[in-house]
Nanobody
């Protein structure tokens, strides 16, 4: 199984980035997908989660209204559109996959996730 995250970079405050995470080696539609992030000196936190079908989503309080998660099961890819970025969004962003059933609730704990990508750096300058 591989989760390949991409799309990170350096952006000015107020700008936008779109992260992608391409999955291989798994039946993508059987996995809920999440984005976590970890800033220097801080614990890894759950940014956003999308259910297997895409019908349910979760956003952390700090990103609500600015970030949008989506998925394309045909392309085995999950996206994170990040708008109105600020310096506090600077972190390494990781995608993660959780094998779950259709009716399972959204999981925000790291330990719920079975596979992780390598991370992509997002740096927001003031």
């Amino acid at each position: 199984v591989q989760l390949q995250a991409s799309g990170g970079g350096l952006v000015q405050a107020g700008g936008s980035l779109r992260l992608s995470c391409a999955a291989s080696g798994l039946t993508f539609s059987r996995y809920a997908m999440a984005w976590f992030r970890q800033a220097p000196g801080k614990e890894r936190e759950c940014v956003s989660v999308i259910s297997r079908s895409g019908g349910n989503t979760y956003y952390g309080d700090s990103v609500k209204g600015r970030f949008t998660i989506s998925r394309d099961n045909a392309k085995k890819t999950v996206y994170l559109q990040m708008n109105s970025l600020n310096v506090e969004d600077t972190a390494v962003y990781y995608c993660a996959a959780e094998h779950t059933i259709l009716t399972a609730p959204i999981a925000t704990q790291q330990t719920s996730y079975d596979y992780w990508g390598q991370g992509t750096q997002v740096t927001v300058s003031s």
